[in-house]
């Protein structure tokens, strides 16, 4: 018995599962503004830092975190992750 979706549960712009992220356009002509502030740059930067730790405070803000939990940030995809 083959199992499928129902077409109703399907996203409208056909993708399903993991990735890629559709981004806005909003959302790119954000970074266009601001990415060079950042992009090729140390983590090190007073620039990255900043926006680092902002980041930071801001998702232990939105997931009501205790003052003793950290956010862990990393960068990449789960290619590093992939069974071979």
Wanted: hydrophobic share 40%; aromatic share 6%; proline share 6%.
């Amino acid at each position: 018995m083959a199992i499928s979706i129902p077409q109703e549960l399907l996203p409208a712009d056909g993708r399903f599962g993991c990735g890629p992220s559709k981004v806005s356009s909003e959302a790119l002509a954000a970074l266009a503004a601001v990415g060079s502030d950042y992009m090729g740059t140390s983590h090190r930067q007073p620039a990255v830092r900043n926006m680092v730790g902002r980041l930071r405070t801001g998702l232990a803000e939105l997931f009501s975190l205790p003052d003793d939990w950290e956010i862990v940030l990393g960068n990449g995809g789960t290619t590093c992750f992939g069974m071979h």
